[in-house]
Each structure stands twice: as C-alpha cells, then as structure tokens.
C-alpha cells in the first residue's frame, strides 16, 4: 500500500497544479487583468473563445485581452473543474464548466454557459497551458441540461468567497 501511495503523490501533485493553474486563469479574467489571465499559458499557448476567435501566444493572449478589457465591460467567470486526466507523462486534460455573470448584473445567463476543455503540458518541470477550448454549452433540444448545468454553476458561485 505505501508503494501504491508513492506513485499517486506525484500524480496528485500534478493534477492539484493543474487545477491551481486553471484557477488562476479564471482569477486573472475576473480581476480584469490580461496578464494575470495569460501567466498560466505555455508561451506558445493558444485560447479559443467562445465566439470561436482563436489566439496563439501568450503575448498575443494578453494584447488582445488588454484591448477587449479596454473597449467593454466583461462577465465574471465562474468555474467548475469536472475532472483532470493525465494523458501521457507530460500532457494532462482538464474539462471544467463555466457561466459568466455579465458585466453589471447579478445571476448566470444560461445562454452563456459553457464546457471548456484545457489542454496542459509539463515542460522543464513546469505545467502550462497548451490549448484552452472554450465551447458554448447550449444542449439543443434538452433545456433540462441547461438548467441543471446553471443551477450547479450557481452553487460554485455562492460557496465562493466574496
């Protein structure tokens, strides 16, 4: 059993500084802060909106979210980790959930939602963000999945501290 215990420790390591990482990309999106939002990236990092725009860099990520930041007011994020998997030896999956409150109001808009698969890679001892996927969660022709998805996410919104 304490063989066992060994070999899990680093993988658990690994899946709580992935978790970190993602928290930390929803945190910097949240304070408004382009730079905070694109640290966990890889440096040749790429974002896919939910409106399918596509940015490859983190210096690219955080130019175009200084302009978005600059030109309009955004949501606030609120995210669910639903699992991280460790796919090779340097690569793991994180799927997670996310609503946004719009910018001046208070409550989730379910057409917002959204299932967001990150890629990660370890590189030089370090996890980084390699591909996040941002993918509208509308679930045609099933509005109790909708429902339910957005009830969850405002559970994780009102156990977060304020």
Do not use: C
């Not at 928290?23 to 896919?48: K, L, Q, T, V, Y």
């Not at 399918?52 to 994020?77: C, K, M």
């Amino acid at each position: 059993m304490a063989e066992a215990e060994r070999r899990s420790t680093p993988v658990q390591s690994a899946e709580d500084e992935i978790r970190a990482l993602y928290h930390a990309m929803i945190d910097g999106w949240n304070r408004r802060s382009a730079e905070g939002f694109a640290a966990p990236f890889a440096e040749d990092g790429e974002s896919i909106g939910f409106d399918g725009s596509q940015t490859v860099g983190q210096a690219n990520i955080v130019s175009d979210l200084q302009r978005i930041f600059a030109d309009h007011p955004t949501g606030t994020y609120v995210g669910k980790v639903k699992g991280v998997r460790l796919v090779a030896p340097h690569t793991a999956v994180l799927r997670a959930v996310a609503g946004v409150v719009p910018a001046r109001q208070t409550d989730l808009r379910p057409e917002l939602n959204s299932i967001q698969t990150v890629v990660f890679a370890e590189r030089d001892g370090q996890w980084r963000i390699v591909l996040l996927q941002n993918t509208p969660a509308q679930f045609h022709g099933r509005p109790e999945l909708i429902d339910a998805l957005t009830e969850e996410l405002r559970e994780v919104r009102q156990a977060e501290p304020l």
